[in-house]
């Protein structure tokens, strides 16, 4: 069974800076694609960053040059490192994880099979 908690969501003014995290056991980061998601209000869920088993990461353009993903093997977690936050980035985040591909899944928009509770994160002044 595939478990992920994220965590670090928190109330930021606008332009400010917050690290999500994303614990899984160690086989999920070695075996899944595993990424990261944003759901605004009754929106279907929109990935924003995925990385590969094996490392290879997939930025989505409207958050490039603003949000990294990166992973903590020391801690198990998959951060998403978000900066310049803007109020349109209010909303849940997610993680999530799936068997197939990172690339195909991302490029057919397709759902990852695997989903945490997610965690909220508000920019407002």
């Known amino acids: 069974e595939v478990q992920l908690v994220e965590s670090g969501g928190d109330l930021v003014q606008p332009g400010g800076s917050l690290r999500l995290s994303c614990a899984a056991e160690?086989?999920?980061?070695?075996?899944?694609?595993m990424g990261w998601f944003h759901k605004d209000s009754d929106k279907e869920p929109v990935w924003l960053a995925t990385?590969?088993?094996?490392?290879?990461?997939i930025i989505a353009d409207s958050v490039k040059g603003r949000f990294t993903i990166s992973r903590d093997k020391r801690k198990n977690t998959l951060d998403l490192q978000m900066n310049n936050l803007k109020p349109e980035d209010t909303g849940m985040y997610y993680c999530?994880?799936?068997?197939?591909?990172?690339?195909?899944?991302?490029?057919?928009?397709?759902?990852?099979?695997?989903w945490g509770q997610g965690t909220q994160v508000t920019v407002s002044s």
């Open positions: 990385m590969e088993n094996h490392g290879e990461v």
């Open positions: 160690p086989y999920t980061h070695t075996r899944y694609c």
């Open positions: 999530a994880a799936d068997e197939r591909a990172c690339t195909w899944l991302t490029s057919s928009n397709s759902r990852f099979r695997y």
